[in-house]
């Protein structure tokens, strides 16, 4: 069956530029995760979608990045006045249900560079 | 906060020789844990996770990670290394004790297969 996907796969955009990330999680699971992978800083945990919940955004680090999630499906991550610290490869996860420790199916990643 | 740390950025191993990479966990609750793979320029893979059953948990490939409590680790092992096993693997922790299964992640071990 279809896995996550998430388009772009390589996004080149200029310092100051805004970009939009989005991820399609595999149907029915409720749980979406967005991570980012760094050489600096290794994986991350940016925010955090179940169901009808308030998002847990407690991992965003910055008020230029924003993400939504629409009908409880697909998710678009949004990096306002993108700096070059922002590159690095985001990655979204999902899983079926929460409150119990399901497997988390990750997507390949968007591939952001800030020039 | 929950934590995880990976000893050993790289580790190289012949092929056929057992496999072992290190993981030690820090949890002020019993943790659920986690060994995930990474192919180049793929997303991420769950090998196997520790959630309270048995001590030692059998994942895909031939891996096996085994609980360790009293050493709070959670090292994972394949008794003959293969050249496919090449790739990078996280050891990560969840916080579904607290309602939310964000994964924190350790900093990762490339391991390289020498023929």
């Known amino acids: 069956g279809a896995g996550v996907s998430q388009s772009p796969s390589n996004k080149v955009t200029e310092k100051g530029k805004d970009v939009e990330l989005r991820c399609d999680p595999i149907s029915g699971h409720t749980a979406l995760y967005w991570y980012r992978q760094s050489l600096g800083q290794g994986l991350e945990f940016l925010i955090y979608f179940q169901g009808n919940s308030a998002p847990d955004k407690s991992g965003l680090p910055s008020d230029r990045f924003s993400a939504e999630r629409t009908g409880g499906s697909v998710s678009t991550l949004t990096i306002q006045r993108t700096q070059q610290e922002d590159s690095a490869v985001y990655l979204c996860?999902?899983?079926?249900?929460?409150?119990?420790?399901?497997?988390?199916?990750f997507g390949p990643g968007t591939r952001l560079t800030v020039t | 906060a929950q934590s995880v740390t990976q000893l050993g950025s790289h580790v190289s191993v012949s092929e056929g020789a057992l496999v072992l990479l290190r993981c030690n966990y820090s949890?002020?609750?019993?943790?659920?844990l986690f060994w995930y793979v990474q192919y180049p320029n793929q997303g991420l893979q769950l090998l196997l996770k520790y959630t309270s059953a048995a001590t030692l948990v059998k994942g895909i490939n031939g891996f096996e990670a085994e609980f360790k409590k009293s050493e709070t680790s959670f090292h994972l092992t394949k008794p003959s290394a293969h050249m496919s096993d090449a790739a990078e693997y996280f050891c990560a922790v969840s916080d579904a004790n607290f309602g939310n299964e964000k994964l924190t992640f350790g900093t990762g071990t490339r391991l390289t297969i020498i023929p």
């Open positions: 996860a999902s899983s079926l249900l929460a409150g119990v420790p399901n497997e988390q199916y």
């Open positions: 949890s002020s609750v019993p943790p659920y």
